[in-house]
């Protein structure tokens, strides 16, 4: 229950004005940008807003989103007046840890990477890939189905990171 809740708190914490701000603006395009350097561990990896791009959020949503917090390892897009959101969060905590967090009778085991939970309570699917875990939340405050729009969110994080 823990978990569902903080993921709640997540997301009700990113729903805002929407306007993304000046700072989320630049935050956004400095992660977009393309870089020669080689990077390494965990920041090899793709970044936040390279797993759920806007484009990916506007096709899942079925109408144009704006971006919010956009970071390495956190990015938020949502509709106008964020009535329906999407996050997704990228850690590396400790993986026995992780895992007590979803053994519980509101998360469901899912096909996703080395091993994942999807929620029953919210819309919310959780996975890791070696010791790196990724988190997708979507939130509705309208019509539509976000359970069928996190599944397709989370197959596109998944084939994004080659699996």
């Known amino acids: 229950m823990a978990v569902g809740a903080v993921a709640l708190v997540l997301v009700a914490a990113g729903?805002?004005?929407g306007d993304g701000g000046a700072d989320s603006s630049e935050?956004?395009?400095?992660?977009?940008?393309?870089?020669?350097?080689?990077?390494?561990?965990?920041?090899?990896?793709?970044?936040?807003?390279?797993?759920?791009?806007?484009?990916?959020?506007a096709s899942a949503f079925g109408e144009p989103v704006t971006a919010?917090?956009?970071?390495?390892?956190?990015?938020?897009?949502?509709?106008?007046?964020?009535?329906?959101t999407v996050n997704v969060i990228r850690r590396t905590d400790d993986v026995a840890t992780w895992r007590s967090g979803y053994r519980n009778d509101f998360w469901t085991p899912n096909q996703f990477g080395d091993?994942?939970?999807t929620g029953k309570v919210f819309n919310s699917v959780v996975f890791r890939i070696g010791d790196t875990q990724y988190e997708i939340n979507v939130v509705y405050s309208t019509r539509g189905d976000?359970?069928?729009?996190?599944?397709g969110l989370a197959e596109t994080v998944v084939?994004?990171?080659?699996?």
């Open 159 to 163: 084939s994004r990171l080659g699996r």
């Open 27 to 57: 935050a956004s395009n400095r992660d977009r940008r393309p870089t020669t350097e080689t990077r390494t561990g965990t920041d090899a990896l793709p970044t936040a807003c390279e797993l759920i791009t806007e484009a990916d959020a």
């Open 115 to 117: 091993e994942g939970y």
């Open 68 to 84: 919010g917090t956009q970071g390495r390892d956190e990015c938020w897009w949502s509709t106008a007046n964020d009535l329906k």
């Open 146 to 151: 976000p359970a069928k729009v996190v599944q």
């Open 15 to 17: 729903c805002g004005s």
